[in-house]
């Protein structure tokens, strides 16, 4: 099976623009989870979505924002960005939550700088 | 509240040696627990995971962790390092009980010497 793929790799915006992120899970995984990480505060959960729907968030402005599409795809948009959203945004893909039991596959990242 | 405390934030063995990597946690109901690998400007690898039963658990790369209720604690453990294994590494609880959502410990980074 293919791994969690993020596009773009890298991404070079200015302050005050938006940005779009993509993640697509591993085949058949229906939950996508993003995080944030960087050097002072590590790596902060933004957002869980399962079946389309937000269903857990983590304590981010209402910049960030998400969706996920019916083939389980996902999207994260940050806008009016500013010079501390620079950071390496990770998605996580898990199998069916109701298992219980799952573990998170991440994706390389998507390393976003702001100017 | 869940949390995860990694209170070594660098190491450095000597390659060969033996590596132990300390990680605490706290959370109310049984935890998940997790170990992951980064390497620069890389996303994360699971190393292992615990569940449930046999508290030591084995993972990739020669990795083992330890769970101990009593102490709240999954220990990440390697008999002997390679120079390979210099990375960062995280240790994780997933907590269930709101939604799939994973806490992270702020990291140790592993420094390998020839």
């Known amino acids: 099976k293919a791994g969690v793929t993020q596009t773009p790799r890298y991404l070079i915006k200015t302050r005050g623009q938006q940005v779009t992120l993509s993640c697509s899970p591993i085949?058949?995984?229906?939950?996508v989870s993003w995080y944030q990480q960087t050097p002072g505060q590590g790596l902060q959960f933004l957002f869980e979505y399962f079946s389309e729907t937000q269903r857990n968030k983590g304590n981010f402005p209402g910049r960030f924002s998400g969706r996920q599409f019916s083939n389980s795809r996902s999207e994260m948009n940050v806008s009016t960005l500013e010079l501390g959203d620079s950071a390496l945004y990770l998605c996580?893909?898990?199998?069916?939550?109701?298992?219980?039991?799952?573990?998170?596959?991440f994706g390389p990242g998507t390393r976003l700088l702001v100017l | 509240a869940q949390s995860v405390t990694q209170p070594d934030i660098h190491i450095t063995v000597s390659e060969g040696a033996s590596l132990e990597l300390r990680c605490n946690y706290s959370y109310g109901a049984t935890p998940y627990l997790f170990w992951y690998v980064q390497s620069p400007g890389q996303g994360l690898q699971l190393l292992l995971k615990y569940f449930s039963g046999d508290t030591l658990v084995q993972g990739i790369k020669g990795f083992e962790a330890e769970f101990k209720r009593s102490q709240s604690s999954f220990n990440l453990r390697k008999p002997s390092v390679h120079w390979s294994d210099a990375a960062e590494y995280f240790c994780?609880?997933?907590?269930?009980?709101?939604?799939?959502?994973?806490?992270f410990g702020t990291g140790t980074s592993l420094t390998v010497i020839p």
């Open positions: 994780a609880v997933g907590a269930w009980d709101t939604g799939n959502q994973f806490y």
């Open positions: 085949s058949g995984h229906r939950s």
């Open positions: 996580a893909s898990s199998p069916d939550p109701m298992s219980g039991q799952e573990t998170q596959y």
